[in-house]
């Protein structure tokens, strides 16, 4: 474990955009942002960036390829460019384990070379929490909001930040602050975890229990009567879907540019009522089947593809932001409830 | 702190499904926190007075959810309108958007909503409780202990500047009507409209540019009715859910402002749900001014069936070639 000063930082944040880009949340008016560092900027201690870190590797919008048509000739062009490396520091343990749910999706074959290339040029930084909030809940999911995973881990004290490599990136990127760390011992480490997680035992979701979900409960929860008033003023707009760090559905688009197409992908919510259109309409034909699907996909479906992970990370963003304050918390705490 | 209270309307609500002049109740249900209160249906005595909440957080206009609700089954709906949401009841039923035989209307008076974020702002994370004591908010922390505030320093955007503490439209009031309030809502108008054009254009580009294109100010908006919106069908040419250049959700958001001009009451619901923090009700409003300032003073959904002064030509209206004459003389 290596560590430096507190205001050292900023010497921390320098010498790695030597060398690539860097990214790290920042308060803005609106909230706190990922944005490019530059000289001077500081890090933000909010827990939940407004936008989630998803960005980096799965934008909201992205050309694909494109085709030039020139009489009877039609020229495709492969969109892509080569990823340059790229440093996030700062992400939150749940976000962290929001890259691993993405890449069973974009990384299992047929990979996802778009995703694949951004991921491949990444170095995550993460940083433990010590003020969790209300609308935390990433326990329910086995995350541990003291001890967050990511290619260097990362814990804040009053005076210190200590740093701890987890993967070779991780250690490379640790090797180019060797001038501005110093060797340390985990003690100070350890006393800041065990006080955080007292506080995660405290917190109003604490006990909520995702136990009794998971990989083949389809059977069980698929027709409960409680989906109707759940769903029932569900408006069917995108928030929870766009603002959760482990939605990952789109759609691919073409867009005529009058002398050609621009075919690109972007986020589709499986909210909205066109999402799973097909030649003969819509299979989920009311709010209800939409709503179901989305809670679904993170409790039931996507563990039983993979290995029983549940595909929410207890974030809160979708606490915070749905219009009308229905969430994955009141999801499980009401389906099921009449059995 | 509202001035009636959850138990005098789940009283109330009780009475009218007891004897049968209702058959559901659109409220608010209790949520996980003070603050995250969810629009609900509650059929029984017992369902509300086990979840319905009227509090500093009922800040969701249930306007919009009888046009779907009036569908649903035989029988009358009771729902609650504070003042601003009586106004966007009596829009809809200008444009026949719900059967008004099958609502039951009780109009409440509001002391103005609280704004959560506002809170957190103020007193910091961790938000165990909000209790409302008069003008003052106490808010249990999980760090900090108790800490009070002023409950006008967290009052929501849209009430500090409040048109009207006015019920509309309803079939039974609780409490004395209000009156229509000469409010400073425009203020916010008249600075945008100070800017010069490359400000205003770099202030509506800073905000727009955070759109995620969620399309929830479109989805809460009462104004927002169509059956299958332009956006939503594939078969428009303009469906894209992205953007596929940079001016797209402008084009998104002045569509959507141009198409709600003349019908937009000035709920704020738009802003209150956008996840992105974006000031979309200052759109609406430039518009709301214009219209007054152009066609004499008017507001949507103050009575039913008023011709509104866009759909509505007389030869006085003004000339083209004099609103831009306006434009560029409050632009000098």
């Known amino acids: 474990m290596r560590k430096c000063k507190t205001d050292a930082l900023d010497a921390v944040f320098a010498e790695i955009a030597k060398s690539s880009l860097l990214y790290i949340p920042t308060d803005t008016e609106k909230g706190a942002e990922y944005k490019k560092w530059?000289?001077?900027?500081?890090?933000?201690?909010?827990?939940?960036?407004?936008?989630?870190?998803?960005?980096?590797?799965?934008?909201?919008?992205?050309?694909?390829?494109?085709?030039?048509?020139?009489?009877?000739?039609?020229?495709?062009?492969?969109?892509?460019?080569?990823?340059?490396?790229?440093?996030?520091?700062?992400?939150?343990?749940?976000?962290?384990?929001?890259?691993?749910?993405?890449?069973?999706?974009?990384?299992?074959?047929?990979?996802?070379?778009?995703?694949?290339?951004?991921?491949?040029?990444?170095?995550?930084?993460?940083?433990?929490?010590?003020?969790?909030?209300?609308?935390?809940?990433?326990?329910?999911?086995?995350?541990?909001?003291?001890?967050?995973?990511?290619?260097?881990?990362?814990?804040?004290?009053?005076?210190?930040?200590?740093?701890?490599?987890?993967?070779?990136?991780?250690?490379?990127?640790?090797?180019?602050?060797?001038?501005?760390?110093?060797?340390?011992?985990?003690?100070?480490?350890?006393?800041?975890?065990?006080?955080?997680?007292?506080?995660?035992?405290?917190?109003?979701?604490?006990?909520?229990?995702?136990?009794?979900?998971?990989?083949?409960?389809?059977?069980?929860?698929?027709?409960?009567?409680?989906?109707?008033?759940?769903?029932?003023?569900?408006?069917?707009?995108?928030?929870?879907?766009?603002?959760?760090?482990?939605?990952?559905?789109?759609?691919?688009?073409?867009?005529?540019?009058?002398?050609?197409?621009?075919?690109?992908?972007?986020?589709?919510?499986?909210?909205?009522?066109?999402?799973?259109?097909?030649?003969?309409?819509?299979?989920?034909?009311?709010?209800?089947?939409?709503?179901?699907?989305?809670?679904?996909?993170?409790?039931?479906?996507?563990?039983?593809?993979?290995?029983?992970?549940?595909?929410?990370?207890?974030?809160?963003?979708?606490?915070?932001?749905?219009?009308?304050?229905?969430?994955?918390v009141k999801v499980m705490k009401t389906i099921g409830k009449s059995e | 702190m509202q001035k009636v209270t959850s138990e005098l309307l789940v009283k109330k609500a009780s009475e009218l499904l007891e004897n049968g002049t209702v058959t559901r109740v659109l409220g608010w249900k209790k949520g996980e926190f003070s603050y995250d209160l969810t629009p609900a249906v509650f059929e029984s005595g017992e369902e509300l007075i086990k979840d319905f909440v009227f509090s500093d957080f009922s800040g969701a206009n249930f306007s919009k959810y009888l046009i779907k609700e009036t569908k649903k089954a035989d029988g009358k709906v009771l729902v609650f309108l504070k003042p601003c949401d009586s106004y966007s009841f009596n829009q809809l039923l200008t444009e026949h958007r719900f059967d008004r035989e099958k609502v039951y209307a009780i109009g409440i008076p509001c002391e103005g909503m609280a704004d959560v974020d506002k809170i957190k702002k103020n007193v910091g994370d961790g938000i165990i409780d909000i209790i409302s004591d008069g003008d003052r908010i106490v808010v249990k922390t999980l760090y900090d202990g108790d800490k009070e505030i002023a409950a006008d320093d967290v009052k929501a955007e849209r009430c500090i500047v409040c048109k009207s503490k006015k019920c509309v439209a309803y079939d039974e009031l609780l409490g004395d009507n209000g009156e229509v309030i000469d409010s400073e809502r425009f203020d916010e108008v008249e600075k945008l409209e100070k800017m010069t054009d490359d400000e205003r254009f770099a202030f509506w580009q800073n905000e727009l540019s955070r759109c995620i294109r969620c399309n929830a100010c479109r989805d809460v908006c009462p104004a927002c009715t169509c059956e299958k919106c332009v956006f939503d069908n594939p078969k428009s040419g303009v469906e894209n859910k992205a953007i596929s250049d940079s001016f797209e959700e402008k084009m998104f958001h002045i569509i959507r402002a141009f198409h709600v001009a003349g019908r937009c009451t000035d709920c704020g619901e738009c802003s209150r749900v956008c996840p992105q923090g974006i000031p979309l009700h200052l759109l609406n409003r430039k518009f709301i001014k214009d219209i007054n300032e152009f066609y004499g003073e008017y507001q949507a959904g103050a009575e039913i069936g008023s011709r509104a002064p866009l759909v509505n030509y007389t030869l006085d209206d003004i000339e083209p070639v004099d609103a831009v004459k306006k434009g560029e003389a409050d632009n000098a």
């Not at chain 1, 694909?64 to 992400?91: A, C, H, P, Q, Y």
């Not at chain 1, 694949?116 to 326990?139: D, G, W």
């Not at chain 1, 004290?157 to 180019?176: C, H, I, M, Q, R």
């Not at chain 1, 007292?198 to 069980?220: N, R, V, Y």
């Open chain 1, 38 to 328: 530059s000289d001077g900027m500081k890090m933000s201690n909010a827990l939940n960036t407004v936008r989630s870190p998803k960005d980096f590797f799965f934008p909201q919008t992205e050309d694909l390829m494109e085709f030039k048509v020139n009489g009877k000739e039609i020229e495709v062009i492969d969109t892509r460019s080569e990823k340059e490396d790229f440093v996030v520091f700062g992400v939150r343990a749940c976000d962290v384990k929001s890259f691993e749910i993405l890449d069973r999706v974009f990384l299992i074959d047929p990979c996802d070379s778009y995703y694949a290339n951004r991921r491949e040029h990444s170095t995550i930084v993460s940083v433990a929490c010590t003020r969790p909030v209300e609308t935390c809940f990433c326990q329910t999911f086995g995350i541990d909001a003291a001890a967050p995973e990511g290619d260097v881990s990362c814990w804040k004290t009053d005076s210190e930040v200590y740093f701890k490599a987890n993967t070779p990136k991780g250690e490379a990127l640790l090797a180019k602050l060797e001038g501005i760390t110093v060797d340390a011992d985990d003690k100070d480490v350890t006393a800041q975890q065990e006080k955080t997680r007292e506080i995660m035992k405290k917190l109003p979701l604490a006990e909520l229990s995702a136990d009794k979900f998971g990989a083949g409960k389809t059977e069980e929860f698929f027709n409960a009567p409680e989906w109707d008033e759940l769903s029932e003023s569900c408006l069917g707009c995108g928030t929870c879907t766009f603002v959760c760090p482990t939605c990952q559905c789109y759609d691919i688009k073409d867009y005529n540019t009058g002398h050609g197409v621009i075919r690109f992908r972007c986020w589709d919510s499986c909210m909205y009522s066109d999402f799973t259109k097909m030649a003969h309409g819509n299979p989920r034909l009311t709010q209800k089947e939409r709503f179901r699907q989305r809670f679904m996909h993170k409790l039931v479906y996507y563990p039983s593809n993979n290995d029983g992970l549940f595909s929410c990370v207890g974030c809160g963003r979708c606490l915070a932001k749905c219009p009308i304050s229905m969430n994955i």
